[in-house]
C-alpha cells in the first residue's frame, strides 16, 4: 500500500508512525524540529488520514505498510518513532527487520495486552468513539459544530471530540463533510489494535539488545505504569524509560519541548 507522507530536512532518517485516530498532520511541529538534523517522514498509517482506506487492518497490515514503505524510499536504516497504536507497530516492526532501525523510540504504549486490564483498558472508550463516528449522517452535516454537537451526545470529553474532528473534512467531489478515518475497519479490527504487540508475541525475540530502545511516558497517562517497567526490561533490558509530568497519552501536544528533549536523548 502506498501510504501518505510528510518529509522535511535531512541527514538520518527519522520516520514517524501515529497513533489510532492520529495522522501526519498532528506530528508537523515535532517534525520541524526533528529537521533541523534529520530527514524526517511522518505517515498517515493505512485507514488514517489521506492514505488509502482498506478492509483489513491487523499489526501485520501496518508493519507490511511500513516495511514497503522503506522499501520505496530507499531507507536503509532509519531510527524509529511510534506514538500508541504506532508504538505497537514499531515494536513489531522492528522485531522483524532489525537491521533497519538505528534506534528505537515508543511513545506511551507498553508491550502489552491491554485488554487484560479489563474496564481499564481503554477499549470501550475507543468502541464507543468508533460506534458514534459510524452513526454520524453527514448529509444532516453543515459544519464542522454539528459533528462535534453530535459526538458530544456520546462523548463527554470535550478533549477527545477536538482531536476527533482534526480528522473531519469536506469532500470535493460531494462538498459534503466525511472522516479520514475508516471507523468501520477500525471497529472491527479494535480487539487486536488494543491487544496486540504483547509480550507473547514477541517471546521468541526476547531479549532483544540489537538496537537502542527508549520509551516516553507521560505521568498522567495509565498507558505505561510503574508496573510495566519490569515488562519493559524483560523484552528490552537495555531500554531507557523517560517519564514526562503534566502530560497525559498525547504528550508529544502537552509537552512538546520536553517530547522533544526525551526524543534528543537518543538522536
Known amino acids: 500500500m502506498e501510504l501518505f507522507y510528510r518529509k522535511d530536512g535531512s541527514g538520518t532518517p527519522i520516520v514517524v508512525v501515529h497513533g489510532l485516530y492520529g495522522s501526519s498532520d498532528n506530528w508537523i511541529n515535532i517534525g520541524k524540529r526533528l529537521a533541523e538534523k534529520h530527514t524526517v517522514y511522518m505517515l498517515d498509517q493505512r485507514n488514517h488520514g489521506r492514505s488509502p482506506f482498506a478492509n483489513s487492518?491487523?499489526?501485520d497490515d501496518l508493519r507490511n505498510d511500513l516495511s514497503e514503505f522503506f522499501e520505496r524510499h530507499n531507507i536503509g536504516k532509519a531510527i524509529l518513532l511510534g506514538h500508541s497504536m504506532g508504538g505497537k507497530v514499531a515494536m513489531w516492526?522492528?522485531?522483524?527487520?532489525?537491521?533497519?532501525?538505528?534506534k528505537l523510540v515508543i511513545a506511551d504504549i507498553a508491550p502489552k495486552d491491554y485488554l487484560l486490564l479489563k474496564e481499564d483498558s481503554q477499549f470501550y472508550l475507543h468502541q464507543n468513539i468508533l460506534l458514534a463516528m459510524q452513526e454520524i449522517d453527514f448529509t444532516q452535516v453543515k459544519s464542522r459544530?454539528?459533528?462535534?454537537?453530535?459526538?458530544?451526545?456520546?462523548?463527554?470529553?470535550a478533549r477527545i471530540r477536538q482531536f476527533l474532528l482534526k480528522n473531519v473534512e469536506k469532500d470535493k467531489s460531494t462538498k459534503r463533510y466525511k472522516w479520514r478515518v475508516n471507523a468501520e475497519v477500525l471497529y472491527d479490527h479494535l480487539d487486536e489494535i488494543v491487544s496486540g504487540v504483547n509480550q507473547n508475541w514477541l517471546d521468541d525475540r526476547t531479549p532483544i539488545t540489537?538496537?537502542?530502545v527508549i520509551f516516553i511516558r507521560g505521568l498522567l497517562?495509565?498507558?505505561?505504569?510503574?508496573?510495566?517497567k519490569e515488562?519493559?526490561?524483560e523484552i528490552y533490558p537495555d531500554a531507557k524509560i523517560v517519564d514526562i509530568p503534566k502530560a497525559g497519552h498525547w504528550l508529544h501536544a502537552e509537552q512538546p519541548q520536553k517530547f522533544m528533549e526525551a526524543v534528543m536523548l537518543c538522536c
Open 145 to 157: 459544530k454539528d459533528v462535534d454537537d453530535f459526538m458530544a451526545e456520546k462523548i463527554d470529553d
Open 210 to 212: 540489537s538496537y537502542p
Open 93 to 102: 516492526f522492528a522485531a522483524d527487520f532489525p537491521e533497519k532501525i538505528e
Open 221 to 228: 497517562s495509565k498507558y505505561i505504569l510503574d508496573l510495566d
Open 57 to 59: 487492518h491487523t499489526y
Open 231 to 233: 515488562l519493559i526490561k
